[in-house]
């Protein structure tokens, strides 16, 4: 495994990280997903990320089952908190009320004494930016968290937080999960630039498009029973990405990972690691096999030759 820091931070982060977003405590067993935190573990990934709106919160219960058993400081583990967790008017959102209430809450399922890194899942509108920065920075200092991130923030959105931040002198936030593949690379014009500029890092989620990436998915042909294109529960979010044009570009790709040999999946992890902004990709995984495959995507070199051919498919 190699590793990255995260961001401008001195902590270091496996380049390829174990996320259970679509997956851990429900739609894998736990024992299954206990699997391919292990296998992970093994292989040298530290980084693990999950969130409180997972299943309701079943997913951190199974990370931190999964976790609990090795030493608290081998490993880097990112929990997110916004999502809708009750019917209440304030179980939603970035409010000071909200953010002590689940990062508190988030403690207890992951059975540990403090995050790694807590980000934002999303932006809020509903509340001053900087109650939620005030927040996040008193969680900072009572030890609750070690570092702060946001998720899918645009680069004013960004920009102002960092803004907030060196006026009242807060913690800065060090990370943004954004969604970035071949397939989705909104963050190249402005969000990358400002982030390499200001020392944040990239943590990027679906780095294999939902699967398109792995050549799973062929032209012309019915979806692999049991994919995520034929799950009611996830089928909306992947259908975007399958269609015929970027389905034909994934059989191009598939002759460039035969040249060097690899897989499709390591080879499309391998390109956005080539982003030297990206701290970490990461993957999902239902199966041990799956983790190692894309762990193997560290050591797949692109050639300026590469990049170039490969530009010229995703054109």
Not at 145 to 160: F, H, N, P, T
Not at 229 to 248: D, F, K, M, V, Y
Not at 257 to 277: F, G, I, M, S, Y
Request: net charge negative; with cysteine.
């Amino acid at each position: 495994m190699k590793y990255r820091r995260l961001g401008r931070s001195g902590v270091k982060v496996s380049e390829i990280s174990l996320g259970s977003w679509l997956t851990y405590g429900g739609s894998v067993e736990d024992e299954t997903a206990i699997a391919c935190i292990d296998r992970a573990y093994e292989l040298g990934i530290n980084f693990f990320d999950t969130a409180n709106v997972y299943r309701r919160g079943e997913a951190e219960k199974v990370v931190g089952k999964a976790l609990g058993k090795y030493p608290r400081d081998s490993f880097v583990l990112a929990t997110k908190g916004f999502g809708q967790m009750g019917d209440g008017p304030n179980d939603r959102g970035l409010s000071r009320k909200h953010i002590f209430e689940q990062v508190h809450a988030s403690l207890k399922r992951l059975n540990v004494d403090y995050i790694d890194l807590w980000q934002c899942h999303r932006y809020d509108t509903e509340t001053p930016l900087d109650e939620t920065l005030r927040a996040i920075d008193d969680l900072v200092r009572q030890g609750k968290i070690l570092y702060a991130g946001v998720s899918e923030w645009s680069a004013v959105q960004i920009q102002d937080a960092l803004h907030l931040a060196d006026k009242f002198l807060l913690d800065r936030i060090v990370s943004n999960q954004p969604q970035y593949s071949m397939l989705e690379r909104y963050i190249e014009k402005d969000i990358i630039p400002l982030c390499e500029r200001e020392g944040i890092g990239q943590v990027v989620w679906s780095p294999l498009a939902q699967g398109v990436l792995t050549g799973k998915y062929r032209p012309g042909s019915a979806h692999p029973e049991g994919s995520r294109a034929t799950h009611p529960a996830t089928s909306g979010a992947i259908s975007r990405l399958l269609t015929e044009e970027n389905l034909q570009r994934v059989e191009q790709l598939r002759a460039i990972a035969e040249q060097k040999d690899c897989t499709l999946a390591q080879l499309a992890l391998a390109w956005v690691l080539r982003q030297p902004n990206v701290s970490s990709a990461i993957v999902g995984a239902s199966r041990p096999s799956q983790v190692d495959d894309n762990v193997g995507a560290v050591n797949v070199e692109l050639t300026d030759e590469d990049v170039t051919e490969i530009e010229k498919i995703l054109a």
